[in-house]
């Protein structure tokens, strides 16, 4: 199963997703969206597949967001696109992109959705929360 990881690791909650998918098995195609940056065609495209608009897309806090005035409710979703393709840190994380779908898997136990297999428990969030129990059953 292919999948695919727009990735920030300083995130905590993007290291887990990550950890998450490589339990599972599967050896994900890792893209470090802060290096990379984003086009403006793959932004839609992730957002109409996860069912995102910028706004909900958007990353609030420890982003710029504010400071560039992104979060008054009359800026529009183009503005806000424009920002995050100059901002990529904009973009909340992760987006995770499998054959079950596009997620942003925040909170983290939502990759779960999109795995082939789950990882073997014992397994928890990055906040000490348990997933998956000893017997490999999902807890979240």
């Not at 909900?56 to 183009?78: H, I, M, N, Q, Y």
């Not at 904009?90 to 942003?104: Q, T």
């Amino acid at each position: 199963m292919s999948i695919v990881i727009h990735h920030n690791p300083e995130c905590g909650t993007s290291r887990n997703v990550l950890t998450i998918i490589e339990a599972s098995g599967a050896t994900p195609v890792v893209i470090p969206y802060l290096e990379t940056g984003w086009t403006r065609p793959q932004l839609l495209a992730l957002f109409a597949a996860a069912g995102l608009t910028p706004r909900t897309a958007l990353r609030t806090t420890k982003s710029p967001a504010e400071e560039l005035g992104l979060l008054d409710p009359s800026v529009s979703d183009d503005a806000i696109l424009a920002a995050m393709l100059a901002h990529p840190v904009l973009v909340n994380r992760p987006i995770v992109c499998s054959p079950k779908g596009v997620r942003l898997c925040r909170p983290s136990e939502t990759v779960l959705d999109l795995l082939g297999n789950l990882p073997p428990g014992p397994m928890a969030k990055e906040d000490g929360t348990p997933l998956i129990d000893a017997e490999g059953n999902r807890l979240a």
